[in-house]
């Protein structure tokens, strides 16, 4: 008999300390005026999300208004979700649209080579569908490249949406010698020593995990030729993946 009323005395313990919980769950629950007071706050932090309507229904907020470029909306929706209380944001925030789709293909392509890190060890490709930019690629991995590379391109004006799906490389030391070493073997060839110092070079050096892959174009077959010798007789080079492509 005191067996079973130890249980059961354990047993009403329990059940309070759950109803207690949820008692102080609801008691820190934020009200819908008190979630859109705290949304409010936290958008006038940033003076270009100032002027943004904001409603709240439960724990839905939408977010209205119009801002400058994607940037803007993608903080206002970041900002939002941070707060507490909030469930779902809803948005209504509209962003410029470019109405010449050729001169937002040139500003996007602009900010990325623009980007001080995207090197000759970096791909980047993409496409651009009625204002949404999506880019694809690999970079190496000193970096968030992609982060960085995201906040650029969402600033250009027109830009819609952005979506990023850019590889790392691998954090190789290795990988880091055969870059210097091929880059110096480079310089030092006629057919390549301007274009190795070049910023935004026309071809690409991929190295991972010892393997090379090149991307991009040279002038001839000689260049093409003259490539493939300098990066596979390279000590250290497992495999050479030749995709370049010749102007003439």
């Given at each position: 008999m005191h067996a079973i009323q130890r249980q059961l005395v354990s047993a009403v313990a329990a059940l309070s300390i759950l109803v207690g919980t949820g008692v102080v769950a609801n008691a820190a629950a934020q009200s819908p005026e008190q979630i859109e007071q705290a949304v409010e706050r936290e958008l006038r932090r940033d003076r270009a999300l100032r002027r943004l309507d904001v409603s709240v229904a439960g724990d839905e907020v939408?977010?209205?208004?119009?801002?400058?470029?994607f940037w803007d909306?993608?903080?206002?929706?970041?900002?939002?979700?941070?707060?507490?209380?909030?469930?779902?944001?809803l948005s209504e925030i509209e962003v410029p649209v470019q109405e010449d789709q050729a001169e937002l293909v040139e500003d996007v392509s602009r900010a990325i080579q623009r980007y001080p890190h995207y090197r000759i060890w970096d791909y980047i490709d993409g496409r651009i569908?009625?204002?949404?930019?999506?880019?694809f690629g690999q970079v190496t991995p000193e970096r968030d490249k992609a982060g960085e590379l995201f906040e650029r391109i969402a600033k250009v004006r027109g830009v819609q949406d952005v979506q990023v799906n850019l590889t790392p490389l691998s954090p190789s030391s290795s990988d880091d010698r055969l870059r210097s070493t091929i880059g110096r073997q480079l310089a030092r060839s006629e057919h390549f020593e301007?274009?190795?110092?070049?910023r935004n070079p026309p071809f690409h050096i991929i190295v991972?995990?010892?393997?090379?892959t090149?991307?991009?174009y040279v002038q001839s077959r000689i260049e093409y030729l003259e490539m493939q010798r300098i990066v596979a007789q390279t000590q250290g080079v497992l495999r050479v993946d030749n995709q370049l492509q010749t102007v003439r």
């Open positions: 939408t977010l209205s208004g119009r801002v400058r470029h909306k993608n903080e206002a929706l970041r900002r939002t979700f941070d707060v507490r209380g909030v469930g779902t944001v569908d009625n204002g949404v930019v999506r880019i301007r274009i190795v110092s070049m991972n995990n010892s393997v090379v090149l991307i991009g």
